[in-house]
């Protein structure tokens, strides 16, 4: 199973959007409306942002959301902030019990 | 309050095996739709989803490691352990466990991770 392929690195102004993609095949992203994303601060475990391609958890800002079409994923931040600073990785089911994630990108706030 | 949290040595040597542990607390795996798995960060690089286990017992294995790994549970102790054998330098990494949503799309808990170098 391939990594999904991500940009190595993403940046923005404070309160500027930034949008990061995530690209995968029929098998993984294409069939399935499973990605979700993760925010990795530095020596910090991953956190849940984004799940089933769109859906937000409770407690995690509006200005993060994200989007499906074909074999490509998205994340998009919004009215970037300081603390948005991070690395990201998209996730997906890749069918038989298997998943893939992606190969991460860092999103550096100017 | 959910929380799981991975234990096990810092320091293993090439061909040996690693076992890791993770405790868990604020659910039980004996539960209908329980699912905790493993995912593993080599210094610098991006994550890497290694096993789930469910309430059910079922386990499933990342396709490049499964003849490495053997994932189990202990429901009376709150535990899953994770067995990885022929360690190599390569394996060094931060191991984690987290929680699966029901359904098994997302990890929506996480443990802080824990480090294991391997070197001779």
């Known amino acids: 199973q391939s990594a999904l392929t991500q940009p190595p690195s993403a940046s923005g102004s404070p309160g500027q959007s930034v949008t990061i993609s995530c690209t995968g095949t029929?098998?993984?992203?294409?069939?399935?409306?499973?990605v979700s994303w993760y925010q990795q601060h530095p020596g910090k475990a991953p956190k849940l942002m984004i799940y089933e391609s769109s859906q937000r958890p409770s407690g995690v800002p509006d200005r993060f959301s994200g989007s499906k079409s074909g074999n490509t994923a998205s994340l998009t931040v919004s009215g970037l902030q300081a603390e948005d600073e991070a690395d990201y990785y998209c996730?997906?089911?890749?069918?038989?019990?298997?998943?893939?994630f992606g190969t991460g990108t860092k999103v550096t706030v100017l | 309050q959910v929380t799981l949290k991975e234990s096990g040595p810092a320091l293993v040597k090439p061909t040996q095996t690693l076992t890791l542990t993770c405790t868990f607390s604020g659910f039980s795996l004996s539960t209908s739709g329980m699912r905790v798995t493993w995912i593993r960060q080599p210094p610098g690089k991006a994550l890497e989803w290694l096993a789930r286990i469910d309430w059910g017992d079922d386990k499933f294995y990342s396709t490049s490691l499964k003849t490495r790994l053997t994932i189990s549970k202990d429901t009376s102790k709150n535990q899953v352990v994770l067995i990885m054998t022929n360690m190599e330098p390569v394996d060094t990494a931060t191991y984690y466990c987290?929680?699966?949503?029901?359904?098994?799309?997302?990890?929506?808990?996480w443990g802080e991770g824990t480090t294991v170098t391997v070197s001779s």
């Open positions: 987290a929680r699966m949503n029901a359904g098994g799309t997302h990890m929506d808990v």
């Open positions: 029929y098998n993984d992203i294409g069939y399935y409306n499973y």
């Open positions: 996730f997906s089911y890749a069918g038989s019990n298997t998943y893939v």
